[in-house]
């Protein structure tokens, strides 16, 4: 899958859902595998206002909607928009459940093995906290915004509890992978802008 | 049963060869209160070996507590976004030829940190 996530801020949020029903109808227009367009929910940090993460079988489809939907953020309505475009398994999606996204930013001199540490670190997460139902780490192909994002990681839990309980409470999560993220941690290799942003997944295409 | 404070926080840091004390000193007086301010308790010093060494390396073992998970957060978010505690890791990092910082517990307090 081809996938493209972007997180939209409004300036004038009454166009919030002229906007989605834009994105939606961009993403059926050009042939999306499927598409969640969905407000995001309170807790989310630099999160924006409203989720589009959009899959596709194949690369040009997919470029084609990003160009198309960069002409339609690009109007008064739109405050701020964070992109990436990866490519990943078809999302194994919950019906009512919440879908998590975290884009951040390895830092370019980082070492290519601690890279790789982290990388490994992150992806047994969903071993240690049953509260992951389904999840990715993926590479960007590309990403704008207010970082070069380098990775997205998202996941899929039951109900926001999940997400906010478990994941975030877990000892492997603050006491042993927020160290690749902590200042105060010499392994520190992600920036400290992060986007962390959630929504339900009841707004399927 | 729990304790008041399950979360240990290490500093393990290697000074330059006869950095070692004057290292310890800034720690105290420059990092110390603003730790203590996010809600760290001082618990332990230790210097390895127990003399500082003038022309080799000290290890510096410095351990904090903290009450439970919901402190070690509110430690984060306010260190983690304040650009004067970055500074001084920088700093630190300078020098010293290493340095570690890791979180612990003891094992007896494992199973109420993961009941989550």
Same mark, same amino acid.
């Given at each position: ?14 166009? $919030? ?15 999306? /595998? ?8 309170p ?12 899959q ?7 470029? @084609? ?12 309505a ?6 990436? @475009?990866?490519?990943? @398994? ?8 919440? /879908? ?8 370019? $001199? @980082? ?5 790789a ?39 899929? /839990? ?48 | ?14 000074? !330059? ?9 800034? *720690?105290?007086?420059r *990092? ?43 430690? !984060?978010?306010?260190?983690g ?36």
């Open positions: 899958m081809y996938k493209l996530t972007r997180l939209v801020t409004f300036a004038d949020a009454t166009h $919030g859902d002229a906007v989605a029903e834009g994105l939606r109808a961009l993403a059926v227009g050009h042939g999306a /595998y499927r598409a969640l367009v969905a407000p995001t929910l807790g989310s940090h630099n999160g924006g206002d409203l989720i589009a993460h959009v596709f079988d194949t690369e040009p489809a997919r470029d @084609a909607f990003e160009a198309a939907t960069a002409r339609l953020l690009a109007g008064p739109t405050a701020s928009v964070e992109s990436v @475009a990866y490519i990943g @398994a078809p999302d194994l999606d919950l019906m009512n459940g919440v /879908y998590r996204v975290l884009l951040l930013s390895v830092d370019k $001199g @980082a070492d290519p093995a601690a890279v540490r982290f990388e490994a670190e992150t992806r047994m997460m969903p071993h240690y906290i049953a509260a992951i139902r389904n999840w990715q780490l993926s590479r960007t192909d590309a990403a704008s915004g207010s970082r070069a994002w380098t990775h997205v990681w998202e996941q899929e /839990y039951a109900d926001a509890a999940g997400l906010l309980g478990p994941y975030m409470l877990h000892p492997y999560h603050w006491a042993h992978v927020d160290r690749w993220f902590d200042p105060e941690c010499p392994d520190r290799i992600v920036d400290a802008r992060l986007c962390h942003s959630f929504c339900t997944i009841d707004a399927l295409a | 049963m729990t304790r008041e404070a399950m979360i240990q926080v290490i500093d393990e840091i290697v000074a !330059r060869p006869g950095a070692a004390k004057a290292l310890l000193d800034d *720690y105290l007086a *990092y110390a209160p603003g730790a203590r301010d996010r809600g760290m308790v001082l618990e332990q010093i230790l210097v390895s070996p127990p003399m500082w060494l003038d022309d080799q390396s000290n290890t510096l073992t410095i351990r904090w507590s903290l009450r439970d998970t919901a402190a070690w957060w509110r430690m !984060r978010a306010v260190g976004n304040d650009p004067d505690v970055a500074a001084w890791w920088a700093e630190v990092d300078a020098r010293a030829v290493s340095r570690r910082r890791s979180f612990a517990a003891e094992p007896a307090d494992i199973g109420a940190l993961c009941d989550v």
